[in-house]
């Protein structure tokens, strides 16, 4: 049954998975990081609004916005965006505006988050501890494999 953690699939799957953790933690940091330096903000209309539930973390569920905005070089934006379960659940209530301020980069306004989460320096550690996972996966997976070759 555990011959699995044994095999030369199992150290494939370990590198496979943190080069794969490695590239999203770096896409992640990256963005943020662009968002924070040079990111512009704006007043964005929410079209629609869902959630989806998160039961087996018995957290809030997660909110998504159909969002509407113009950039400040007058492009008119539809996209989605997260949004905080407080505020997502109070819109839904119809108890705070159905309005976000979204920050975007001004090269690509598709590349946006919601101004009022979690400050771009969280988002940007995110993506590091993406990167270390990664890194610890790449290392356990070469020493899996140097182990089957042994």
């Not at 512009?40 to 905005?69: N, P």
């Not at 407080?86 to 309005?99: F, I, K, N, Y």
């Amino acid at each position: 049954m555990f011959r699995i953690f044994a095999s030369r699939l199992f150290a494939a799957g370990l590198i496979l998975s943190g080069a794969a953790l490695m590239v999203s933690g770096h896409r992640s940091a990256s963005k943020y990081e662009a968002l924070r330096q040079h990111g512009e903000e704006a007043e964005a209309k929410v079209i629609a609004l869902s959630s989806h539930e998160r039961r087996w973390l018995q957290k809030d569920g997660e909110y998504t916005a159909q969002v509407s905005f113009r950039t400040s070089r007058g492009r008119e934006i539809r996209t989605q965006v997260g949004v905080p379960p407080a505020r997502g659940h109070a819109m839904e209530r119809q108890v705070a505006p159905r309005t976000l301020t979204v920050r975007y980069l001004p090269e690509d306004p598709l590349v946006l988050a919601d101004a009022n989460d979690d400050p771009p320096e969280a988002r940007k550690a995110s993506g590091r501890y993406l990167l270390i996972g990664g890194v610890v996966l790449l290392v356990l997976g070469r020493l899996y494999a140097r182990r089957q070759a042994g």
